[in-house]
């Protein structure tokens, strides 16, 4: 190689970028009740966006496959839904309490499982979660089969009526972007800086003084910490914290929207998750084409000829293809907010 | 031990399932030198280097730097006492650009860099010590390409400037000049007798004319077992090292 290739892109440089993604995020969200979609939908597909973003941290950043992620998204739901119902707890305060424990549970999952690399994280994970699946199969507080049902979503702050969908959308979004620049402020900081060299190359950062593990238990706790903020905002909009949301299928579903959004793509999560969340709400009812008729129990078949597909002809999902795409034409653009 | 060693093993060795890969290594640097370690392929001196930084785990015996045993010490912590190693197989940050490279050795000195809630802009402090350390090993004009794209020999300069940036007490170099150019070779060797002006270099080579030049001291391994010690005149005289080493076709 004889000239330089330079490609770095400034801090600032970068952060001008997602500024200028986020606002239009932020603007095109915000005007969605006025636009005649169903708000449910995009409330729905919000928490799983904030979901995947956390995962991302996670995958993307970290380098750890987790496939047990749907516990800490499950276990903060039934905290929060049995903080706002049994207890009568303000939403603030049960989302708050539903984040902590999936907080606490990733401090302890990930010293179990940090230690393991590549296939064994990612089995170690799936155990643990799947022993807790079965825990709120039979334990009381979760109501089993039936889940917690009507939770009560009752007034922000004592101020804001949550039972209006309006009101209880743009609290959504607010949670939705203040952890999607929360993600993007720890992906895009000194932490994150260490953390994306560990992922690079662990032995030769550990040659430098990085404790890798230290590092990657930090990655996995925030990661557990915003997918329960995904879990307890999702239990207060859908009044129910369900099995569904620990099922491992779930695990799997999260792992689905990062790799067809784009992994290690900021955006790419996001777009992810309403890729999936908008298939599945289009199918759910079913599907007719002339005279045939496609039932709503071909949604996961469907589901999963398209990630096979994604896999095939986007290795880096719809955000990284398109990045991609635009470093290829302009050489001299940097790879990825 | 002795108070300008700065490095000492004592029965060091290591055992593969059987295999003895480094077998009862009594190793002695002295504070400030350069010491070469030598050897034809096999003869377990990376073994060593791992052993040294407890990337591996000895089978048996100890390891003293700077006046405390560390034997048992986990590698980053080794690290962070001043004992730093390159790798033998050029270790990079690949997508990162060279002078991030660098940074993520100089971001070490705010310590622990747990601060997820700053901007990385506070890393920006460290960009013109970078940059310092990229010239000091030749690579000024390849600040910012991606560290994946360079030459093999540019790959190793970039290691010795990102090694040096957490200016160790100790480096223990392994190979560094391999598959460099000539003109490439002079500079890291005028880099090395430079930046060993107050610190101690341990390095693998096998240009022999390097080690020469350079070295104060030099251990010749063979088949894990230490087989001489001195300097270049003693050494290279001794009969078991000009058979085992020598005759079998290095130069
Ligand atoms: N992790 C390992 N497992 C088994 N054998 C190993 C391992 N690492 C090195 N060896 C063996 O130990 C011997 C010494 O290797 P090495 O230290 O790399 O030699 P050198 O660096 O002197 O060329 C070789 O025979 C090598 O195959
Ligand atoms: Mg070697």
Redesign the pocket.
């Known amino acids: 190689m004889a000239t330089p290739t330079p490609v770095a892109m400034t801090a600032a440089a970068g952060a001008r970028r997602f500024a200028l993604g986020f606002v239009v995020l932020a603007g095109v969200l915000a005007l969605v009740p006025f636009a005649g979609i169903y708000p449910v939908f995009v409330m729905k597909a919000l928490c799983f966006a904030l979901f995947a973003c956390a995962f991302n941290l996670l995958l993307g950043y970290g380098g750890l496959l987790s496939f047990g992620h749907a516990m800490f998204l499950g276990t903060a739901g039934y905290v929060c839904a049995h903080a706002a119902k049994a207890w009568g707890w303000p939403p603030e305060a049960a989302i708050a309490v539903g984040t902590l424990s999936a907080m606490l549970l990733g401090a302890a999952v990930g010293v179990i499982a940090i230690r393991r690399q590549g296939i064994y994280f990612a089995m170690i994970t799936l155990a643990i979660a799947q022993m807790f699946y079965f825990f709120y199969l039979q334990t009381p507080f979760t109501h089993g089969e039936d889940g917690i049902q009507a939770v009560p979503r009752g007034r922000l702050f004592g101020l804001v009526d949550l039972t209006s969908t309006t009101a209880m959308y743009y609290t959504v979004l607010v949670i939705f972007l203040a952890g999607f620049a929360a993600i993007y402020r720890i992906v895009h900081s000194p932490f994150g800086a260490a953390l994306n060299a560990i992922r690079e190359n662990e032995p030769r950062a550990i040659s430098l003084g990085y404790d890798a593990d230290r590092y990657k238990l930090m990655a996995f706790v925030l990661s557990a910490t915003f997918a329960g903020l995904a879990g307890a905002t999702k239990a207060i909009v859908f009044e129910l914290a369900s099995l569904t949301d620990v099922h491992w299928t779930m695990s799997g579903e999260v792992v689905l929207m990062v790799l067809v959004g784009g992994m290690g793509t900021i955006f790419g999560p996001v777009v992810g998750a309403f890729v999936i969340v908008g298939i599945e709400s289009y199918l759910s009812a079913g599907l007719t084409l002339g005279s045939v008729v496609i039932g709503p129990e071909w949604v996961t078949v469907i589901t999963g000829v398209i990630f096979v597909a994604c896999v095939l002809a986007f290795r880096r999902g719809i955000v990284g293809e398109w990045l991609a795409w635009r470093q290829r034409r302009r050489p001299g653009t940097p790879p990825d907010t | 031990m002795p108070h300008d060693t700065i490095l000492e093993t004592r029965g060091l060795t290591k055992e ?2 059987g ?1 003895v ?2 077998n009862d290594v009594n190793l002695s640097v002295r504070r400030g030198s350069i010491h070469a370690l030598i ?10 280097f ?1 052993l040294l930084t407890h990337f ?1 785990k000895p089978t048996r015996g100890q390891i003293f730097f700077d006046g405390a045993e560390i034997t048992g010490t986990p590698p980053a912590r080794i690290a962070r006492r001043g004992l730093v190693r390159s790798f ?1 197989i050029s270790a990079v940050f690949p997508h990162l650009t060279a002078l991030h490279n660098v940074r993520i050795a100089l971001q070490r000195k705010r310590g622990h860099s747990f601060d997820f809630w700053r901007s990385e802009g506070v890393l920006a402090e460290f960009d013109g010590r970078a940059r310092e350390l990229l010239a000091d090993v030749g690579l000024a004009s390849f600040a910012d390409t991606p560290a994946g794209e360079l030459a093999y020999g540019r790959k190793r300069a970039l290691e010795i400037a990102t090694t040096l940036a957490l200016e160790p007490t100790m480096l223990l170099l ?1 190979e560094p000049m391999a598959g460099m150019t000539h003109a490439d070779v002079e500079r890291i060797a005028a880099l090395i007798k430079r930046v060993a002006a107050d610190r101690t270099v341990l390095m ?1 080579e096998h240009n022999l004319s390097v080690v020469a030049e350079l070295s104060d001291a030099i251990t010749v ?1 063979a088949r ?1 077992s230490v087989l001489a010690e001195g300097d270049y005149a003693t050494v290279s005289r001794h009969p078991a090292v000009v058979e085992a080493y020598l005759g079998a076709g290095h130069a």
């Open positions: 593969f399932k295999f890969a480094v050897g034809p392929n096999g003869a377990g001196k990376t073994t060593c791992n591996l033998q392994d693998v391994l894990g």
